[in-house]
């Protein structure tokens, strides 16, 4: 399994934006599969964001679309999720995942389906 690295977690005030990084140690090629999920103290983790590294297909949680973009470096090994408006109901650790066989469509959202992930960023949206 490659290894995750996630980094650009912070503190910030409601409406505040923050980019975050999910750097692998390999190539994310190998992974058809990329998943953004974030977990709050006492609550089940959430799927928040997911990107095929083929088309490039994105899918989103209904609770951040509009408001968060994922995108993805191939030539870095690296995919970002720049999170903006944020509100303090975003306020929890972020994880990036990846899976092999992919998972076509936005069941790719589906968080128990990854078996792999690093050891996340915090994010906490506060006044």
């Known amino acids: 399994q490659v290894q995750l690295v996630e980094s650009g977690g912070d503190s910030v005030p409601p409406g505040g934006s923050l980019r975050l990084s999910c750097a692998a140690r390999?190539?994310?090629?190998?992974?058809?599969?990329i998943l953004w999920f974030r977990q709050a103290p006492g609550k089940e983790r959430e799927g928040v964001s997911c990107?095929?590294?083929?088309?490039?297909?994105?899918y989103y949680a209904d609770s951040v679309k509009g408001r968060f973009t994922i995108s993805r470096d191939n030539a870095k090994n690296t995919i970002y999720l720049r999170m903006n408006s944020l509100k303090p109901e975003d306020t929890a650790r972020y994880y990036c995942a990846t899976r092999r066989p992919p998972i076509y469509g936005n069941k790719c959202l589906r968080a128990d389906q990854y078996a792999n992930w690093g050891q996340g960023t915090q994010v906490t949206v506060s006044s």
């Open positions: 390999g190539s994310i090629l190998d992974y058809p599969t």
């Open positions: 990107i095929t590294s083929s088309a490039g297909d994105t």
